[in-house]
């Protein structure tokens, strides 16, 4: 299989589905003319054209409103938001808005709308532009949340999200663009890879390890320096957080009976305490420790260097939450 960026593989996803369906369009903040913040849409605006690659006024609430009454009458918007940061000024129309018509019209009018971009901590950008959003919108009934970690689910899960008829907020890590892995060759077949599929990124007997997104990464660097200590650790990628895939947390819990959550988000009220809730109520007589989450520092994110590396999540302290886990400390 050819080896591209995660960037290339949003790439290739966004125009094999524009040009399955001339229904969908991009619209952003420089997506066309400037080929997109982080070049995502690089190329686009040539094959598609302008009526298609859309750029947008500095209104994150406006263009988000927008894409969501085109999605009302037909058609298949992609919205990209700078950062997921930016987003909150358009929650409005995502929470109230998007993730609500359908349920409130009675399934009358669905809402197929992609918001898309990147979410959580690039390098010293600071408090306001680092925070992973994923739990303001996992936890509203009527949107999808997508938080792919490699190239090849970047791909297969857009590809997805946009033909999903659902709105779906899907959440790229920033310092993901530039990572490579493999991805299926375009001319070898449709590569979609199904909502709501978890994906064992390692197998292991010995300890859980269960994230998503940008952490996978992480979690895969702790697992190899565990491994040299003679534990296997199996590391389960959620891919998406709704909807969630329940069975394959609780199948790797009764093979390893040990847990550790690792997600970039602050611990309270955060991810992992879904996941908690879900392994104590599901699996509770499989475990042989409590389950241990690893997150950021419940602080604002630091810009000094020094602290940012603190606040951060990162591979050594899964592999503290391990060993703890194994009761190995």
């Not at 018509?101 to 390098?123: C, D, E, K, N, W």
């Not at 970690?149 to 530039?178: C, H, Q, W």
């Not at 947390?249 to 991810?271: D, Q």
């Amino acid at each position: 299989m050819p080896v591209i960026t995660y960037r290339d593989a949003l790439n290739q996803a966004l125009a094999e589905e524009m040009e399955r369906d001339d229904s969908v369009f991009l619209m952003g903040e420089e997506v066309a003319e400037y080929d997109g913040a982080y070049k995502v849409s690089k190329g686009l605006l040539e094959q598609f054209g302008e009526r298609r690659i859309v750029d947008s006024p500095i209104s994150e609430l406006g263009f988000a409103g927008l894409g969501v009454g085109a999605a009302m009458v037909g058609l298949r918007p992609v919205i990209e938001f700078m950062t997921f940061n930016f987003s909150i000024l358009a929650l409005d129309q995502v929470i109230n808005a998007a993730a609500k018509m359908y349920y409130m019209t009675g399934g009358q009018i669905p809402v197929p709308i992609v918001f898309r971009g990147p979410t959580g901590a690039a390098l010293q950008l600071s408090a306001q532009h680092s925070q992973a959003c994923e739990t303001w919108y996992v936890h509203s009934p009527g949107i999808k949340l997508v938080t792919p970690g490699t190239p090849a689910d970047a791909k297969g899960l857009l590809k997805a999200s946009i033909r999903d008829n659902d709105p779906v907020a899907f959440m790229e890590g920033e310092l993901l663009y530039n990572l490579k892995g493999e991805v299926p060759d375009p001319d070898d077949g449709d590569f979609v890879i199904p909502l709501g599929v978890a994906d064992v990124k390692r197998e292991g007997s010995d300890v859980t390890i269960v994230t998503h997104g940008k952490m996978v990464n992480e979690a895969l660097r702790a697992a190899a320096t565990l491994e040299k200590d003679g534990i296997e650790a199996e590391i389960v990628d959620l891919r998406t957080l709704r909807p969630l895939d329940v069975e394959a947390i609780l199948r790797s819990v009764h093979k390893t009976n040990r847990a550790v959550y690792l997600e970039e988000g602050w611990p309270y009220v955060g991810i992992g305490s879904q996941i908690v809730s879900i392994i104590q109520e599901e699996a509770f007589d499989y475990l042989d420790a409590p389950v241990v989450r690893v997150t950021q520092a419940d602080v604002p994110m630091p810009y000094a260097k020094n602290l940012e590396k603190i606040a951060k999540p990162d591979a050594a302290r899964v592999v503290e939450a391990c060993n703890r886990v194994l009761y190995r400390n």
